[in-house]
Every structure is written in structure tokens, then in C-alpha cells.
């Protein structure tokens, strides 16, 4: 145990923490703006009754997304100063300007959300979660393009004076064809993910409380599984599209994606394999052949280069070393995350099947799938992360610099320890409140409608009152 | 003027808007326990920054993510460094966000205590140690060669940032009450503002023993001259805000707490300056303005951001707080999210 070990496990396990909630938070925002938008034309009062009930539901959630986002900016000073010093001058400048053009709009504007009913006007008010929102997508992308330097550094040139990264085209960084990419598959999984919530929600409610709001729940069930589909056919397309990018950029990636160690013509892709994974005889696999080729190229009779070619390509170029990544864990997160974003994408298929004409979903195995549902899409998430951040290494920043020197030096593996512990039961305990939490807001259904209290025959004693208040 | 001078003046305006604004939710979530005396009151106070504690708190994450891009010696050296203090401050800051959001969710009496003390140490915590913070970057710390932190924790609690860590609480207390006593109605206000007046008496003391202080500790220092003339400032601000909230004049008394945190930070910074970071071993190991920098590309890139972008910000903060500008009471208050009674029937 030393302190770049426990620096990387704090890292991996905050980062995952952060981003259970980060992609539920992104798609809610836009689906409970359009539930809001749905009332504001309509004047159905089942779409405002839903935007209340999953607005609750996106304000737990966005509250933990924004409490374990702090950890994150402050954890690369803190644990990876070196790395800091090395890449601040291109790093920092996307996560500033993330601050000041998105933070700063989610929070505010969600503050004037959360409170605002009855003080502004019905179009301002819903202008507000439409800009907290946007604000969500700008803060993905500038955080997206952060990474993606850490995957493939561009616009920018080695000072040896300075011994550091220094940016020469902010417009390359930003326009990185790997952030490009990883934002669309990002946002989609995002969709995914809260269509998933919602569709989960509303079928448990359906299913448990069939005779409970079960109109206004049939339209969340239907919006629920409509933007999982499409979310999901996004997906599967920019998944496909990042997968070029990433064989051009990081060809050790992909190879270690499915294990191949011998560069191949006409490359499979195994959906699962019993065996070491460490480059001897596999004991047994299911294959789809050409299937890697075709990810990895776009033809399925493309040649993929294998772990050890790629391997010894880097010796020549960054000299002699170990430049293979964790190989089980990158085979298996990489199947896992396109597995279960598959299962939800079937699921959704399901649902709207079982409610055609005036069905609704009954009996254990609806309540089960309403259950997992939700979770498919998290494990996705989480699988893919994993996936990105432990196949680029031993690089924190692809060919630059090894993870190895970007940990604190001064820094102690005492002080690291009392960091991950922490951190690790502090979110361990949030994790238990917010869940029951969650359990607590989703048991209860649809919250009744406030007295209104904009009505015109509200007395001066109601318009003075707030329509919310924590 | 360099980029370097201007950056440096910007990354100083952050954690002024950051002390000013979210001083006073800090200092109201410290005295919630003993302003209060239920929990309808409790809510007042803590629906009194409702709306806006989430955005005064995006000026810390800018005021890093700023000091990341600008001076990312800076940010490297002051974050390693200052290891174990952060740490309590975030995990501070996690407790007290998820406690305004989820305290009002749950009806037990037992759930909504619990959460009253997080807000009460997650705002005691980071008020404290902010200043604590600010003591040592300005004291000067053992940085080597390298700019590496080499000192220890205990280091960290010496006497004069340990007052540091008094001025800035004692600060945020005051502006706190003259929040409240600025925000709500009835009985509320009326006890923020007797308390404000003794709180504020402290303050000054305490403010001027630390400003005092930096003089000794910065003797030497290129601008303590101005140093001196801001910190003066600061004192009178303090002393103009306590009679106005002698004379009820309660607008007042605010925009002086708030110029007396503005410009006590200013001060610090610029006895600082050209330093960041003074090192205590050797002033050539120091991180200055110049050697902790980014490249002048990158700083007139992020200039051209800031100057964009921040009145914007300024603007629809302001616009946030204009329109919850009345004062609040109790019977203000819808009824509880989830009334203990019925669990079913909550209005939202």
C-alpha cells in the first residue's frame, strides 16, 4: 500500500460516486423541463403533478451531484498536485470555465426554480429549468473536454523549462475529437439513465397502485420508454463512433477491450469468455465474428492491432516499459456497460408493450423489473467510466505523463488514507439516506397540488406566502 | 499591467464574492441554534438563504477552478498542502448542502435535529478554518525548493492563523445576524439585531487584532502601506455597520459588513502581492505571481472569459436576490413539506 495506490482508489471511488448521480441529474433536469412545458401548454394538471413529483425526486439528486462534484475539483490538487502543476496551464482552464459559464447558472437558476413559483411569472419560471438545464450540458461538456485531453492531448506543446504542458489552441481542446464523441455518448447515456428512472417509477407505481394517478402515470411510463429507446439507439451510435476514435488514439485501449493479444484481420467480439484473459488458449467463448473489426474500424474485415504488437509500438516511441492496462478488468467493464445499457433499452421495449390499449403492468416480475430497471443504466455508467479511466493507463495523460508522477509528493500515505476512509464512509452513509429518501418520495406518489395560490381570489395573506419552502 | 497582476486581482475578487456572499450563510447557519427558538423560526432562517447559498457557494468552485488555470502552482501547492483542513472543509460543506436540501423532507423531530447540526458544524467548520487558511498562505508556510508544502499539520495551528480562523467566524457571525435582522420579520429580527450589536463588538476586536497582526507579520512587504490603508477601511466599515444597526438602519448596516469582509480580504491580498505563497524557509523558494502562472495564452484567454461571463453572473445573482428581496416570517412559510399527521396528503 503506498499513497499513489490509495490516491487512485479515493479517485476511482469518488469519481464513480459522483457520476451515479451526475448523468440522473443531467436527463432529469431536461425531462422534468419537459413535463413543465407539457402543463405550460396544456394546462393539464397531470403533467404538473409530475413535474412536482420528479422535480422532488432531480433536487435530492442534484444536491448529492453537487456536494461530491467539490471533492472532485478540489481532489486534484490535493492528490495529484504534481499532475497539476504539470497540466494547469491546459487543464484548469476548461474546469474555470465550467465554473463561471455553467455552475453558476445550474445553481442560481435552480435556486430561482426551487423557490420561484408564484414569484415569477409561469414563463419565467419555466425558463428557469430550462436554463439550469442548459447549464448541466455546458458543465458536461467543458468537463468532457478536461478528460479528453487526459486521453489525447492536443493544442498544446512541452515546455522543458518549465517541465510542463503548456496550451497553444484552445480551440483544438475544446474541439477534440475524442471530447466530441464522449460528450454525445455521455449525454445520451444520461437520457437513458432518467428515462430509466422514470420509467422504473412509474411502472412500480402502476404496478403497486394500479387505481393511484394511473392516467398521469401511463403518460410517464410512455415518456419514460420513448426516451430510453432513443436514448439508447444514440448510444449504440456514438458508442460506435468513439470506438473509432478511441483505435485511432489510444489503439491499446481497444485491443485490451476484448483481450486481443495478436493483432487480427476479421477480429470477433466474444460476449463472454471462460479463461485467464492473460493471452494463453481461452477455455471457452461465445464470439460474434468480425464484430471488433467492425467497431474498431468500420469494416469487418479490418485488421485490429493486438496487446502485444501495440505494446511494443509504444516501447519503441516512449521506450522501454509496461504499457498494458489491467486486462480482465478492462475485457469485462467493456461487455458489462454495453450489456445492461442493452437490458434497458429491452426493458423500455417491454413496458410500452405492457401497457398497449388500456393495460397496465401487474404481478412480482413487474414490480422486480420496475426495481432493476433504474440501476441498469448506473451500472452502465459506471462500467463505461471504468472502462475509459483504467484503459488509459499506466497514463494519467496518454503519453505524457505516467500516473505514476502525477500523485502528490507531499503528501502523506497517512493523510491520504484518513481522505479515502472518510470520504468513503461519508458517502456511504449519504448513500443509505438518499435512497430511502428517494423510496420514501416515490412511495408517497403524487404530491396533491398546492392551493393555488396566484388565483384571483387568493387573499393578500396567500400571495405573500412562498409555494415552497425547505 | 501584466496578465499575471490582473489574474492575480481576479482570483482576489472570487474569494471576496465568495466570503461576502456565503459569509452570511455561514453565518446564519452558526446561529440558527441559538437564534431560533423552533423549528417554524429555524425554517425562517434557513429559507432566508434558500435560494441563493447554492450560488454564493459556485464562487469557491470558481475561485479553484480560476486559481487551477491561472496559477496552477498555486492551486497544486495551497491543496496538497493544506491537505487535512480541506478535507474537513468538504466533508463540512457535503453535510450542510444535503441538510437544507433534505432536512424539511422527513416530519421526525429526531431527523430534522440531526440535520440542524450539520448545518450548524458544516457552517462553524469551513467559517473557521477558511481563516485559518487565509493565516497561513499570508503568514507564510514551509514551502521547499520545489514548492512543495513540507511543514505538518500542526503547523498549520499556530497562534495568528488560529485568530485568522476567530476573525473570519467572528466576521460571518456578524454579517450573518445583520442578514437575518436585514431578511426577516417579527421576533427573529429583532433578536438577530440585539445579537448582532454584541456579535459585531467582538468582531471589530478580533478583526483588529488580526489585521494588526498581518502588519508585524508582513513587515517588509512591498504594498503594506496599502495594506495598511484597506485595512483601515475595513475597521471603519465595521465601526459604520455597528451603528447602523444601532440605528436600525438594517441596509446599511449590511452593505457595511460586507465592505468590511471585502476589504479586510483585499488587504490580505495585497500585503500578499507580488508573493501568493510566501515560503517561511527561504523567500526565493516563494510562489509568486510570476513563477506560479500559466502561459500569457492562457491567461488572456481566461481573461477574455472572465470579463465576458462574470458581470453576467453578477447580473443574474443579482436578479436572483432582487426577486426574493421581501422579508420573510414565519407565517410566511408554506406548512412543512411533509406534515407529521398524514404522510400521504404533503403539499409540496
Same mark, same amino acid.
Given at each position: 500500500?503506498?499513497?499513489?495506490?490509495?490516491?487512485?482508489?479515493?479517485?476511482?471511488?469518488?469519481?464513480?460516486?459522483?457520476?451515479?448521480?451526475?448523468?440522473?441529474?443531467?436527463?432529469?433536469?431536461?425531462?422534468?423541463?419537459?413535463?413543465?412545458?407539457?402543463?405550460?401548454?396544456?394546462?393539464?394538471?397531470?403533467?404538473?403533478?409530475?413535474?412536482?413529483?420528479?422535480?422532488?425526486?432531480?433536487?435530492?439528486?442534484?444536491?448529492?451531484?453537487?456536494?461530491?462534484?467539490?471533492?472532485?475539483?478540489?481532489?486534484?490538487?490535493?492528490?495529484?498536485?504534481?499532475?497539476?502543476?504539470?497540466?494547469?496551464?491546459?487543464?484548469?482552464?476548461?474546469?474555470?470555465?465550467?465554473?463561471?459559464?455553467?455552475?453558476?447558472?445550474?445553481?442560481?437558476?435552480?435556486?430561482?426554480?426551487?423557490?420561484?413559483?408564484?414569484?415569477?411569472?409561469?414563463?419565467?419560471?419555466?425558463?428557469?429549468?430550462?436554463?439550469?438545464?442548459?447549464?448541466?450540458?455546458?458543465?458536461?461538456?467543458?468537463?468532457?473536454?478536461?478528460?479528453?485531453?487526459?486521453?489525447?492531448?492536443?493544442?498544446?506543446?512541452?515546455?522543458?523549462?518549465?517541465?510542463?504542458?503548456?496550451?497553444?489552441?484552445?480551440?483544438?481542446?475544446?474541439?477534440?475529437?475524442?471530447?466530441?464523441?464522449?460528450?454525445?455518448?455521455?449525454?445520451?447515456?444520461?437520457?437513458?439513465?432518467?428515462?430509466?428512472?422514470?420509467?422504473?417509477?412509474?411502472?412500480?407505481?402502476?404496478?403497486?397502485?394500479?387505481?393511484?394517478?394511473?392516467?398521469?402515470?401511463?403518460?410517464?411510463?410512455?415518456?419514460?420508454?420513448?426516451?430510453?429507446?432513443?436514448?439508447?439507439?444514440?448510444?449504440?451510435?456514438?458508442?460506435?463512433?468513439?470506438?473509432?476514435?478511441?483505435?485511432?488514439?489510444?489503439?491499446?485501449?481497444?485491443?485490451?477491450?476484448?483481450?486481443?493479444?495478436?493483432?487480427?484481420?476479421?477480429?470477433?467480439?466474444?460476449?463472454?469468455?471462460?479463461?485467464?484473459?492473460?493471452?494463453?488458449?481461452?477455455?471457452?467463448?461465445?464470439?460474434?465474428?468480425?464484430?471488433?473489426?467492425?467497431?474498431?474500424?468500420?469494416?469487418?474485415?479490418?485488421?485490429?492491432?493486438?496487446?502485444?504488437?501495440?505494446?511494443?509500438?509504444?516501447?519503441?516511441?516512449?521506450?522501454?516499459?509496461?504499457?498494458?492496462?489491467?486486462? *480482465?478488468?478492462?475485457?469485462?467493464?467493456?461487455?458489462?456497460?454495453?450489456?445492461?445499457?442493452?437490458?434497458?433499452?429491452?426493458?423500455?421495449?417491454?413496458?410500452?408493450?405492457?401497457?398497449?390499449?388500456?393495460?397496465? *403492468?401487474?404481478?412480482?416480475?413487474?414490480?422486480?423489473?420496475?426495481?432493476?430497471?433504474?440501476?441498469? *443504466?448506473?451500472?452502465?455508467?459506471?462500467?463505461?467510466?471504468?472502462?475509459?479511466?483504467?484503459?488509459?493507463?499506466?497514463?494519467?495523460?496518454?503519453?505524457?505523463?505516467?500516473?505514476?508522477?502525477?500523485?502528490?509528493?507531499?503528501?502523506?500515505?497517512?493523510?491520504?488514507?484518513?481522505?479515502?476512509?472518510?470520504?468513503?464512509?461519508?458517502?456511504?452513509?449519504?448513500?443509505?439516506?438518499?435512497?430511502?429518501?428517494?423510496?420514501?418520495?416515490?412511495?408517497?406518489?403524487?404530491?396533491?397540488?398546492?392551493?393555488?395560490?396566484?388565483? *384571483?381570489?387568493?387573499?393578500?395573506?396567500?400571495?405573500?406566502?412562498?409555494?415552497?419552502?425547505? | 499591467?501584466?496578465?499575471?497582476?490582473?489574474?492575480?486581482?481576479?482570483?482576489?475578487?472570487?474569494?471576496?464574492? /465568495?466570503?461576502?456572499?456565503?459569509?452570511?450563510?455561514?453565518?446564519?447557519?452558526?446561529?440558527?441554534?441559538? @437564534?431560533?427558538?423552533?423549528?417554524?423560526?429555524?425554517?425562517?432562517?434557513?429559507?432566508?438563504?434558500?435560494?441563493?447559498?447554492?450560488?454564493?457557494?459556485?464562487?469557491?468552485?470558481?475561485?479553484?477552478?480560476?486559481?487551477?488555470?491561472?496559477?496552477?502552482?498555486?492551486?497544486?501547492?495551497?491543496?496538497?498542502?493544506?491537505?487535512?483542513?480541506?478535507?474537513?472543509?468538504?466533508?463540512?460543506?457535503?453535510?450542510?448542502?444535503?441538510?437544507?436540501?433534505?432536512?424539511?423532507?422527513?416530519?421526525?423531530?429526531?431527523?430534522?435535529?440531526?440535520?440542524?447540526?450539520?448545518?450548524?458544524?458544516?457552517? @462553524?467548520?469551513?467559517?473557521?478554518?477558511?481563516?485559518?487558511?487565509?493565516?497561513?498562505?499570508?503568514?507564510?508556510?514551509?514551502?521547499?525548493?520545489?514548492?512543495?508544502?513540507?511543514?505538518?499539520?500542526?503547523?498549520?495551528?499556530?497562534? /495568528?492563523?488560529?485568530?485568522?480562523?476567530?476573525?473570519?467566524?467572528? @466576521?460571518?457571525?456578524?454579517?450573518?445576524?445583520?442578514?437575518?435582522?436585514?431578511?426577516?420579520?417579527?421576533?427573529?429580527?429583532?433578536?438577530?439585531?440585539?445579537?448582532?450589536?454584541?456579535?459585531?463588538?467582538?468582531?471589530?476586536?478580533?478583526?483588529?487584532?488580526?489585521?494588526?497582526?498581518? /502588519?508585524?507579520?508582513?513587515?517588509?512587504?512591498?504594498?503594506?502601506?496599502?495594506?495598511?490603508?484597506?485595512?483601515?477601511?475595513?475597521?471603519?466599515?465595521?465601526?459604520?455597520?455597528?451603528?447602523?444597526?444601532?440605528?436600525?438602519?438594517?441596509?446599511?448596516?449590511? @452593505?457595511?459588513?460586507?465592505?468590511?469582509?471585502?476589504?479586510?480580504?483585499?488587504?490580505?491580498?495585497?500585503?500578499?502581492?507580488?508573493?501568493?505563497?510566501?515560503?517561511?524557509?527561504?523567500?526565493?523558494?516563494?510562489?509568486?505571481?510570476?513563477?506560479?502562472?500559466?502561459?500569457?495564452?492562457?491567461?488572456?484567454?481566461?481573461?477574455?472569459?472572465?470579463?465576458?461571463?462574470?458581470?453576467?453572473?453578477?447580473? /443574474?445573482?443579482?436578479?436572483?436576490?432582487?426577486?426574493?428581496?421581501?422579508?420573510?416570517?414565519?407565517?410566511?412559510?408554506?406548512?412543512?413539506?411533509?406534515?407529521?399527521?398524514?404522510?400521504?396528503?404533503?403539499?409540496?
Amino acid at each position: 500500500m503506498n499513497t499513489l495506490g490509495v490516491a487512485r482508489w479515493q479517485f476511482g471511488i469518488t469519481t464513480v460516486y459522483h457520476f451515479l448521480f451526475v448523468p440522473l441529474t443531467i436527463g432529469l433536469a431536461f425531462l422534468v423541463a419537459g413535463l413543465q412545458t407539457a402543463h405550460h401548454r396544456s394546462r393539464d394538471e397531470q403533467w404538473l403533478r409530475l413535474t412536482n413529483f420528479f422535480g422532488k425526486l432531480f433536487l435530492i439528486n442534484f444536491a448529492m451531484g453537487v456536494v461530491t462534484g467539490i471533492v472532485q475539483e478540489f481532489q486534484f490538487g490535493m492528490n495529484w498536485s504534481a499532475y497539476s502543476r504539470f497540466v494547469g496551464d491546459i487543464f484548469g482552464a476548461p474546469l474555470a470555465i465550467e465554473g463561471l459559464l455553467a455552475f453558476f447558472l445550474e445553481s442560481t437558476f435552480l435556486g430561482l426554480w426551487i423557490f420561484g413559483r408564484g414569484r415569477l411569472s409561469a414563463r419565467l419560471h419555466l425558463a428557469t429549468i430550462w436554463i439550469a438545464a442548459l447549464g448541466s450540458l455546458l458543465s458536461a461538456y467543458f468537463i468532457l473536454a478536461a478528460n479528453s485531453f487526459m486521453q489525447h492531448p492536443v493544442g498544446y506543446r512541452f515546455n522543458p523549462e518549465r517541465r510542463r504542458a503548456e496550451l497553444t489552441d484552445i480551440v483544438a481542446v475544446l474541439t477534440n475529437r475524442v471530447a466530441v464523441v464522449t460528450f454525445a455518448h455521455t449525454i445520451c447515456s444520461a437520457f437513458l439513465t432518467a428515462g430509466a428512472f422514470v420509467l422504473g417509477v412509474a411502472i412500480w407505481q402502476l404496478a403497486r397502485h394500479p387505481t393511484r394517478d394511473a392516467a398521469a402515470f401511463r403518460k410517464a411510463v410512455k415518456l419514460g420508454a420513448a426516451v430510453c429507446l432513443v436514448a439508447a439507439a444514440g448510444v449504440a451510435a456514438s458508442g460506435d463512433a468513439q470506438a473509432k476514435v478511441m483505435t485511432e488514439v489510444q489503439p491499446m485501449k481497444m485491443a485490451a477491450a476484448e483481450a486481443l493479444y495478436d493483432t487480427r484481420r476479421h477480429a470477433g467480439f466474444s460476449l463472454f469468455t471462460v479463461g485467464t484473459l492473460g493471452g494463453q488458449e481461452e477455455l471457452y467463448s461465445v464470439r460474434v465474428p468480425g464484430l471488433l473489426s467492425y467497431l474498431a474500424t468500420g469494416d469487418g474485415d479490418g485488421t485490429v492491432d493486438g496487446i502485444r504488437d501495440t505494446e511494443a509500438a509504444y516501447r519503441a516511441k516512449y521506450g522501454p516499459g509496461d504499457y498494458a492496462p489491467n486486462i *480482465p478488468l478492462t475485457y469485462w467493464t467493456f461487455r458489462l456497460m454495453i450489456g445492461v445499457g442493452m437490458l434497458a433499452a429491452a426493458a423500455a421495449a417491454w413496458a410500452l408493450w405492457a401497457i398497449r390499449g388500456q393495460r397496465l *403492468p401487474s404481478g412480482k416480475w413487474a414490480v422486480a423489473a420496475a426495481i432493476v430497471l433504474p440501476l441498469t *443504466p448506473l451500472l452502465g455508467n459506471s462500467f463505461g467510466w471504468i472502462f475509459t479511466e483504467m484503459g488509459r493507463q499506466p497514463w494519467i495523460v496518454f503519453g505524457l505523463m505516467p500516473t505514476a508522477s502525477g500523485v502528490s509528493p507531499s503528501v502523506s500515505l497517512g493523510e491520504v488514507l484518513v481522505s479515502l476512509i472518510g470520504f468513503t464512509l461519508v458517502y456511504g452513509v449519504l448513500a443509505v439516506i438518499e435512497v430511502r429518501l428517494l423510496i420514501d418520495v416515490i412511495r408517497r406518489g403524487l404530491p396533491p397540488l398546492p392551493a393555488s395560490t396566484g388565483a *384571483p381570489g387568493a387573499s393578500a395573506d396567500d400571495k405573500r406566502r412562498l409555494a415552497f419552502a425547505y | 499591467m501584466h496578465l499575471t497582476t490582473i489574474w492575480f486581482a481576479l482570483i482576489a475578487i472570487l474569494w471576496i464574492g /465568495y466570503f461576502v456572499l456565503e459569509g452570511f450563510d455561514f453565518g446564519v447557519g452558526v446561529v440558527m441554534p441559538f @437564534l431560533a427558538r423552533d423549528d417554524a423560526e429555524r425554517r425562517v432562517l434557513i429559507n432566508s438563504i434558500g435560494p441563493v447559498w447554492d450560488g454564493n457557494e459556485v464562487w469557491l468552485i470558481v475561485a479553484g477552478g480560476a486559481t487551477f488555470a491561472a496559477f496552477p502552482e498555486w492551486y497544486a501547492t495551497l491543496f496538497s498542502g493544506f491537505y487535512l483542513p480541506l478535507f474537513l472543509i468538504l466533508v463540512a460543506l457535503i453535510f450542510r448542502n444535503v441538510a437544507f436540501e433534505l432536512r424539511g423532507k422527513r416530519p421526525e423531530a429526531t431527523w430534522r435535529a440531526a440535520w440542524d447540526r450539520a448545518i450548524f458544524f458544516g457552517s @462553524l467548520v469551513p467559517a473557521l478554518l477558511w481563516g485559518v487558511a487565509f493565516g497561513n498562505i499570508v503568514r507564510g508556510v514551509a514551502l521547499d525548493r520545489d514548492h512543495e508544502y513540507v511543514g505538518s499539520f500542526l503547523d498549520l495551528l499556530n497562534p /495568528y492563523a488560529l485568530l485568522g480562523g476567530l476573525c473570519t467566524l467572528s @466576521l460571518f457571525v456578524t454579517h450573518g445576524l445583520v442578514f437575518v435582522s436585514l431578511k426577516t420579520r417579527g421576533d427573529v429580527r429583532v433578536r438577530a439585531r440585539a445579537s448582532a450589536r454584541k456579535a459585531g463588538v467582538v468582531a471589530a476586536v478580533i478583526a483588529v487584532a488580526f489585521l494588526g497582526f498581518t /502588519y508585524l507579520q508582513r513587515r517588509g512587504a512591498e504594498h503594506l502601506g496599502w495594506f495598511a490603508l484597506l485595512a483601515a477601511l475595513a475597521a471603519l466599515c465595521l465601526v459604520g455597520a455597528l451603528i447602523a444597526v444601532r440605528a436600525g438602519r438594517e441596509g446599511w448596516a449590511f @452593505l457595511g459588513t460586507a465592505g468590511t469582509i471585502a476589504l479586510a480580504v483585499a488587504s490580505l491580498f495585497v500585503s500578499l502581492f507580488p508573493d501568493v505563497m510566501p515560503s517561511s524557509l527561504d523567500p526565493a523558494f516563494s510562489l509568486t505571481t510570476t513563477n506560479a502562472a500559466s502561459t500569457p495564452y492562457t491567461l488572456g484567454i481566461m481573461t477574455w472569459v472572465a470579463v465576458v461571463f462574470t458581470p453576467l453572473v453578477v447580473l /443574474y445573482q443579482g436578479f436572483t436576490y432582487h426577486v426574493f428581496r421581501r422579508r420573510l416570517g414565519v407565517d410566511d412559510l408554506p406548512a412543512s413539506p411533509t406534515p407529521p399527521a398524514e404522510p400521504v396528503a404533503s403539499a409540496r
